[in-house]
Nanobody, 121 residues
Framework: QLQLVESGGGLVQAGGSLRLSCTASGSIFSINIMDWYRQAPGKQRELVARIISGGSTNYADSVKGRFTITRDNTENTVYLQMNSLKPEDTAVYYC???????????????WGQGTQVTVSS
């Protein structure tokens, strides 16, 4: 059973840094999109950062210049380096992959279990 396993969340003071990681376990043929979403209490889930197979990235305006998304295709892992954290970054962060298990299967969406990031002021 394929799973996305996240790690790296926690409590940090404003101005601090955290690094999230998300690894897909299991046999995978190809991963197209890797991205991070977040959901704060009472708010909708929002896209934070995305990286596609060719390496292109895009970010939410609120995190540009502070967050960096990278991927390691050999390890089926995506990272989110978060610097200069603000209290408004507090949320549960979810990774998402669009992937195929073989070249004759369709693309599927997989989600991580979520990791809490709390930034204190």
């Amino acid at each position: 059973q394929l799973q996305l396993v996240e790690s790296g969340g926690g409590l940090v003071q404003a101005g601090g840094s955290l690094r999230l990681s998300c690894t897909a376990s299991g046999s995978i043929f190809s991963i197209n999109i890797m991205d991070w979403y977040r959901q704060a209490p009472g708010k909708q889930r929002e896209l934070v950062a995305r990286i596609i197979s060719g390496g292109s990235t895009n970010y939410a305006d609120s995190v540009k210049g502070r967050f960096t998304i990278t991927r390691d295709n050999t390890e089926n892992t995506v990272y989110l380096q978060m610097n200069s954290l603000k209290p408004e970054d507090t949320a549960v962060y979810y990774c998402h992959f669009e992937l195929r298990l073989s070249d004759w299967r369709p693309w599927y969406d997989y989600w991580g279990q979520g990791t809490q990031v709390t930034v204190s002021s």
